[in-house]
């Protein structure tokens, strides 16, 4: 064991120049998010409460493991932003397309270190999310307020504890803060007419059928879509493209959560209207989605 931690900790690989080390960690299980997706999958945890996810244990963990742990309110979450369109590149060429600056969505796209912000296209990709614990059952563990895609390997789940986690003089630049006054991603409102939500509580139906919803009631479900959207998802390329005169009025965008395919428009500036829901089965891509 000695030996093994010794290669562990000394291990090198020589890259022009440059010394490297790896370590061959194990994910302890995977999430099962109400985000089926990246797109619309919050940049923060607890910016929608209403989120649900649910972390299975791997099978050879004792179920006991988390014995304890409904003690707590809250847990961090330790893991791999796995689906990063540049992981790839990351893990297999030596940091050569590791950049150092990333655009900011809340500062429009201006740029900054990476390590200044919490952008998930980082040298090493990975995630650190704090969340709250809503029922321990042995090896599977409901969480709220995260912000995971679903399918996300975990490397490892820490509780939080606030006389050491919580720090009363912590300081932050304005565009991090909770009420920051030029926050250009904040919506004022959400509107659903009664023949969407009919829709889309029929569509729910077949997902909570098939046991692939996260979430225990139709209610939960409206509530995660209402909370998401009063901010703006979009992509900073979408949400410049809007402001131009090229934008076509109507234009719908997705919401691809709980197994579901939710449309909607942004015609009055802060106002989002939902109009439409499909399961994802039959969705088209973000890219094919018309107006």
Not at 19 to 27: V, W
Not at 49 to 56: D, I
Not at 68 to 95: I, M, P
Not at 196 to 225: C, G, M, N, P, Q
């Amino acid at each position: 064991q000695k030996l093994l931690r010794d290669q562990l900790v000394s291990a090198r690989r020589e890259t022009n120049g440059r010394a490297g080390s790896s370590y061959p960690f194990r994910a302890i299980g995977n999430i099962r998010s109400c985000y089926t997706e990246r797109n619309g999958t919050p940049r923060q945890p607890f910016l929608v409460e209403g989120a649900r996810a649910v972390l299975s244990l791997r099978d050879d963990l004792q179920a006991d493991i988390t014995e304890g742990l409904a003690k707590y309110s809250h847990c961090w979450l330790l893991y791999v932003f796995h689906r990063n369109t540049d992981l790839e590149k990351l893990l297999y060429n030596d940091g050569k397309h590791v950049k150092s600056k990333v655009h900011v969505p809340r500062l429009n796209g201006g740029k900054l270190g990476v390590y200044a912000t919490r952008s998930p296209h980082r040298p090493c990709p990975i995630g650190l999310s704090l969340a709250r614990i809503i029922a321990v059952n042995g090896r599977k563990i409901t969480l709220g307020g995260c912000d995971v895609v679903d399918g996300t390997p975990i490397l490892d789940l820490k509780p939080y504890v606030p006389f050491c986690d919580s720090v009363k003089d912590a300081v932050a630049p304005a565009w991090v803060d909770s009420d920051y006054a030029h926050d250009p991603l904040k919506m004022s409102k959400v509107v659903m007419d009664e023949s969407v939500r009919k829709r889309l509580e029929i569509e729910w139906s077949h997902v909570k059928a098939s046991a692939l919803s996260v979430f225990d009631t139709f209610e939960d479900l409206v509530l995660l879509i209402q909370q998401a959207l009063l901010l703006d998802i979009r992509s900073l390329h979408q949400r410049l493209q809007a402001g131009t005169a090229r934008a076509k009025e109507g234009k719908k965008y997705q919401l691809l959560v709980d197994h579901l395919d939710v449309r909607y428009t942004i015609n009055t500036p802060g106002e989002v209207t939902v109009v439409g829901v499909e399961p994802m089965s039959t969705r088209a891509s973000p890219q094919e989605a018309g107006p």
